[in-house]
């Protein structure tokens, strides 16, 4: 039913969880509730929350045996697991470390508490965790002979107290299933485990998976991904507690680690010799479990996570499809990545293990302020709510939701009126889909004036940058110029604007990236601006840090030296894209610094904004921010100059300019300068630089178009993308295309349309349709499905009774800004 012709599809994510951890809940009044969708998804084992699995299994189970339509799916934690939940075959080298620090006295084997002296306390922590109540797991191992973590002699303790000054840890012995173990001075080290949540705060800290390809192997042969691949065989298996269930949704599961992960006690982030083994560890465990558990068996994963999505899972064409916490994504519900969601769901939709099967988990979270680690729905109109269900039905996903509508009478769980058609209480009430979605901006002119479709020479001719584009026979094939580049990057600039809306339309393929498996897709950003050069991409192309009296080096975290990728930083009524940065301040200190190369038009300024933290006016002697200038358009680089400097300490934007007359005309390497200042104070020393940009000189910020970039998946099979801008405010833009990894991608069609990204889709019994954008938007019904009726939902009390009043919907509609409506088909 879930997988049939009929839409909206939808059923109930992990509010059905809950109601059987109590006792006095009764299987009768919890059926009642949760069978009025078409399924349930919720945890049945104690991996990440407690108590899940007491009752959760008998009570799914029974209602898959009661409802053979209705799909049943296990919520499980893809990336960690509580250490206390059945890890007794896992083994040391199958969790992932931060770095290990070197014990310095002998330790005994002793029961209890002991207090262990290491090299460096600086990385324990207590008051830690997503509630900052938690403490540090550590393992102790003793060393082999080449300097690695010694498996065999491992011993697994709780942190209880640190003290920094003394390199002291006080810890708990023998925890987890260990022993106490004797360690020698010089030859023994400590690590702590990398570790997220607690999720709920009776809960504990998760230890993540090593799931890399090189994973340490225990005596058995076994790695991580085997011993899990064992675990999930036995629970859905034939006799297993979940032997009834369709599958399951593997939450939080990245395509990327964070800690050390071959046992030599250096964090090299499951990335050996360039190449990305974590990632490709994941494909491998998801493709062990496939074959385990067969076709029809439903495997799911997270598909947003990180800055577009781009530290999800790839296991495309190997895993169903994926959940998308919230849509766009989980804090935009203002809807600036309507594209990036709309990408991720119909590229998966493409390229999931047939039949595809993914579901947008409907849900915004916000901050509680001054409670760590507590979220809350933000406060939004219905309408959002219509879009991110509109978003659902062009791209075939299924809709479940944590974020939901007053509970139904009785005391129900609440049931949104688009998934079941108001008053009317019908399911699949809008039946099956007539075509694919329609995209209107697709009608308006082109602004390439159609050389791009299809993609030739004329089109060839526009692409900037250092690479080469050549016409093929199937559009236009794009290499990096340089031998020794690690992605295509490529610009089409001086595109007309014709009003505040833009609608870019790509279809491309690209190969596979050289060392990784082809379900490994590459990410792809599109990014906009206009009336400048953006210097603010996701994250800076080169960074370091310089320590005093030393040369410059890379970033060590260590030292607690640190540039962040780019993320939106609000000082006083200004929010603005920014990297944040702090320079070393544990046992040296120095700066940091991060680079970005860039070709300098004739009469420009270089601008941005320079700001500090909400402490460091009280704390901090202020950071010293300097920009140098280094000369690319030679046969080498010339020599940094120093062409800004100033400091700061204040809490708010400071907007800075300087002139880039002198470099007119030139390619440049533009190095941006964080320093601690001449008395080494580095008290609250974090700073951000913003908004970092070549302009025209002297032009008003009203000319410009801000910097935006929007991501979609590239693999070796054609696949169109859709890149909707909004806030157009130039009369031209500029188009830069960034691809991960240097194999070649062919373009074979691309045009750009001044026009709201307004879509519709025609059903059986209805429609929807939906305005992304920021002003009123007419649909012509009579144009869009000719001959037809229709009329509006009636709303059931407690919901949109302004909007879904039940009424006749007939000839133009006015749709307002950001905003969708079902409509119900009535000839």
Excluded at 550 to 561: H, I, M, N, R, V
Aim: proline fraction near 7%; aromatic fraction near 10%; charge should be neutral.
């Amino acid at each position: 039913m879930i997988r049939g012709e009929d839409y909206p599809r939808a059923f109930f994510f992990r509010g059905a969880e809950g109601p059987p951890s109590n006792p006095k809940t009764t299987y009768e009044a919890w059926e009642s509730d949760f069978s009025r969708l078409m399924g349930i998804m919720g945890k049945c084992l104690d991996e990440e929350v407690i108590g899940r699995e007491a009752r959760n299994p008998e009570f799914f189970s029974r209602f898959k045996r009661q409802h053979p339509e209705q799909v049943v799916l296990l919520h499980f934690n893809g990336n960690s697991r509580d250490p206390r939940h059945f890890t007794e075959k896992y083994f040391p080298g199958h969790w992932t470390y931060r770095r290990a620090t070197k014990i310095l006295d002998d330790v005994p084997p002793q029961q209890g508490e002991s207090t262990i002296r290491v090299e460096s306390a600086s990385d324990f922590l207590v008051g830690a965790g997503r509630y900052r109540t938690s403490n540090d797991d550590i393992a102790l191992f003793a060393m082999t002979s080449e300097g690695k973590h010694d498996w065999a002699h491992c011993e697994q303790v709780q942190l209880v107290a640190v003290d920094k000054k003394a390199s002291t840890i006080r810890v708990k012995r023998g925890c987890y299933g260990t022993r106490p173990l004797a360690f020698k001075a010089g030859a023994s080290r400590a690590a702590a485990h990398a570790v997220e949540g607690p999720w709920g705060k009776f809960n504990n800290l998760l230890w993540y998976y090593n799931f890399s390809s090189h994973c340490p192997k225990d005596p058995e042969g076994k790695t991580c991904a085997d011993r899990l691949v064992d675990d999930l065989a036995a629970w859905f298996g034939k006799g297993g507690k979940l032997a009834e269930f369709d599958g399951l949704e593997f939450d939080v599961m990245f395509n990327e680690t964070h800690g050390d992960t071959d046992g030599d006690g250096e964090p090299d982030n499951g990335v050996i010799a360039g190449i990305n083994n974590y990632g490709i560890g994941v494909i491998g465990f998801a493709r062990q479990l496939r074959n385990r558990m067969g076709e029809d068996f439903i495997i799911q994963g997270d598909g947003a996570l990180g800055p577009g999505g781009r530290r999800s899972q790839r296991a495309f064409g190997i895993l169903t499809g994926i959940e998308s916490e919230g849509f766009p994504n989980l804090n935009d519900w203002d809807f600036q990545d309507w594209s990036g969601g709309l990408n991720r769901h119909a590229f998966w939709h493409a390229n999931g293990r047939a039949p595809a099967f993914s579901y947008v988990n409907h849900k915004w979270n916000e901050p509680v302020p001054g409670k760590p680690g507590e979220q809350e729905n933000p406060e939004v109109p219905f309408s959002r709510h219509r879009l991110s269900f509109a978003g659902a039905q062009f791209t075939d996903a299924a809709i479940c939701y944590s974020f939901a509508p007053p509970r139904d009478p009785g005391g129900k769980f609440g049931i949104w009126d688009e998934l079941r058609c108001g008053t009317d209480n019908k399911l699949g009430w809008l039946g099956k889909p007539e075509g694919p979605a329609v995209r209107l901006a697709a009608k308006a002119p082109d602004l390439l004036g159609g050389i791009g479709n299809p993609a030739g020479e004329e089109l060839a001719k526009r692409i900037a940058g250092r690479v080469v584009a050549r016409p093929t026979n199937g559009g236009i094939t794009v290499t990096p110029a340089a031998p020794d580049a690690t992605a295509v990057e490529f610009s089409l600039r001086g595109i007309p604007a014709n009003g505040t809306d833009l609608v870019v339309l790509l279809t491309m393929r690209g190969d596979p990236m050289k060392g990784y498996p082809r379900e490994m897709a590459r990410f792809v950003e599109c990014e906009m601006s206009g009336g400048m050069v953006s210097l603010m991409g996701r994250a800076p192309e080169l960074t370091g840090m310089a320590l005093r009296g030393k040369s410059e080096e890379p970033l060590d975290a260590d030292t607690g030296a640190r540039v962040t990728g780019q993320t939106q930083v609000t000082m006083g009524e200004k929010t603005l894209p920014a990297y944040g940065i702090h320079p070393p301040f544990q046992s040296a200190k120095g700066y940091v610094f991060w680079c970005r190369d860039a070709d300098v038009p004739h009469d420009s300024e270089l601008r941005f904004s320079l700001g500090m933290s909400e402490k460091a006016p009280d704390r901090s002697d202020g950071v010293w921010f300097k920009v140098l200038a280094a000369d690319l358009s030679g046969d080498k680089p010339g020599p940094f100059v120093p062409i800004f400097e100033t400091t700061t300490k204040a809490h708010a934007w400071i907007p800075c300019a300087v002139p880039l007359q002198n470099f007119a005309g030139k390619r440049m390497r533009f190095k941006f300068v964080a320093d601690c200042g001449p008395k080494d104070n580095t008290v609250t020393d974090q700073g951000f630089w913003a908004d970092v940009k070549i302009m025209r000189a002297g032009a008003p910020e009203s000319e410009i178009t801000p910097s935006r970039a929007l991501m979609t998946w590239l693999n070796d099979r054609p696949f169109t993308s859709a890149f909707y801008f909004r806030n157009v405010r130039s009369r031209s833009v500029d188009l830069t295309l960034s691809f991960e990894g240097r194999e070649p991608i062919t373009i074979t069609a691309l045009s750009a349309h001044a026009h709201p990204d307004a879509m519709c889709r025609v059903f059986e019994r209805g429609i929807v349709i939906a305005n992304p954008s920021l002003d009123p938007y007419v649909f012509d019904l009579g144009a869009l499905s000719p001959g037809r009726n229709y009329r509006r939902i009636q709303a059931v009390p407690s919901q949109d009774t302004k909007t879904n009043d039940g009424q006749p919907a007939q000839g133009k509609i006015t749709l307002g800004e950001r905003d969708a409506l079902f409509l119900v088909r009535v000839q």
